[in-house]
């Protein structure tokens, strides 16, 4: 029996990135929206020290809980491995998992990147993107990051950035940050086209897929900007640094803007669930 076209999601969302329960209930209606559009969704995460690529809603909802539960890029995986420990994947880990299984499309809200004032701490989802093959659709590099930056660094390190329906790169709340992306496309199909051109020539990143939140749950931009101002700067009063401060300043901007950032970051995944799957339909499983 063929199998159906595979799309992985990450798990450091559930766990880090959202309040429960908006988080198992957006998990689970992530994997609705990518059946439907009939492809099979591939939550993953690591269990006892093996990675999964398809977590039970049970796993889903343990991790929603977030119980014991790591936040694990790829410097933690040798640890969590040898101490076999439940860890949440990061873009960076579901990358790896999701290569490693087979699986092409990858559906996300925002990538990691480089810091503001900090361009130290740059995430290792730039190091994944430069070295998995692996298609990652997304709204963008998070709002909290420095954009400019980020969007250098992807350049340096070869990794293909597409608009889908844009000719700038989103802004995660926001539909567009300035920035140009590389192509644009505006259907499956085109993304498709480009992915296996990609392969055929042999290369080795993976790709960037940047899709706009929809345009009626995007963030104002001035509410945006206040929100990501004041959460840096509460950050650096609290000295948060590290794995901990994504998830300390996006959840810092949720209860600032009155959930509204909230429904943006619902509503961008949603929606790149819906692209990611046609992307994966469009592929089918050939190579
Ligand atoms: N985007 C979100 N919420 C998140 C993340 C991204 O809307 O929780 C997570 C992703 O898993 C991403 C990680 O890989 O934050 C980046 O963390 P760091 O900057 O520590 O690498
Ligand atoms: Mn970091």
Not at 13 to 23: E, R, T
Not at 83 to 90: E, G, H, I, K, Q
Not at 159 to 179: H, K, N, Q, W
């Amino acid at each position: 029996m063929p199998t159906l076209p595979l799309v992985a999601l990450e798990s450091t969302v559930i766990a880090h990135g959202l309040p429960y329960p908006d988080n198992v209930r957006t998990a689970l209606e992530l994997e609705a929206i990518i059946r439907q559009a009939g492809a099979e969704p591939r939550t993953c995460g690591f269990i006892a020290g093996e990675p999964v690529a398809g977590l039970t809603p049970e796993q889903i909802e343990h991790f929603a809980r977030g119980e014991g539960v790591l936040k694990a890029s790829l410097r933690d995986l040798a640890v969590v491995a040898a101490r076999r420990l439940d860890a949440a994947t990061t873009v960076a880990t579901t990358m790896w998992v999701a290569h490693r299984f087979g699986i092409q499309v990858f559906v996300t809200g925002g990538i990691g990147g480089v810091h503001r004032g900090m361009s130290y701490d740059e995430s290792a989802d730039l190091t994944a993107l430069a070295t998995i093959p692996v298609l990652v659709v997304c709204a963008g590099a998070k709002a909290i990051l420095d954009l400019p930056a980020t969007r250098e660094r992807l350049e340096t390190l070869g990794v293909p950035v597409i608009g889908y329906g844009c000719d700038e790169m989103p802004a995660f709340y926001t539909r567009s940050s300035g920035l140009p992306v590389d192509a644009r496309c505006d259907t499956p199909a085109e993304v498709a086209a480009l992915w296996q051109a990609h392969r055929r020539l042999g290369l080795r990143t993976g790709m960037l897929v940047t899709v706009p939140v929809p345009a009626a749950a995007a963030l104002d931009e001035a509410l945006a900007d206040a929100a990501v101002a004041e959460a840096l700067a509460a950050a650096e009063r609290a000295g948060i640094r590290g794995k901990a401060l994504t998830p300390f300043l996006l959840d810092h901007i949720a209860r600032r803007t009155g959930r509204a950032s909230l429904q943006a970051n619902l509503a961008l995944l949603a929606n790149n669930a819906r692209v990611g799957a046609a992307i994966a339909v469009e592929l089918g499983n050939g190579p």
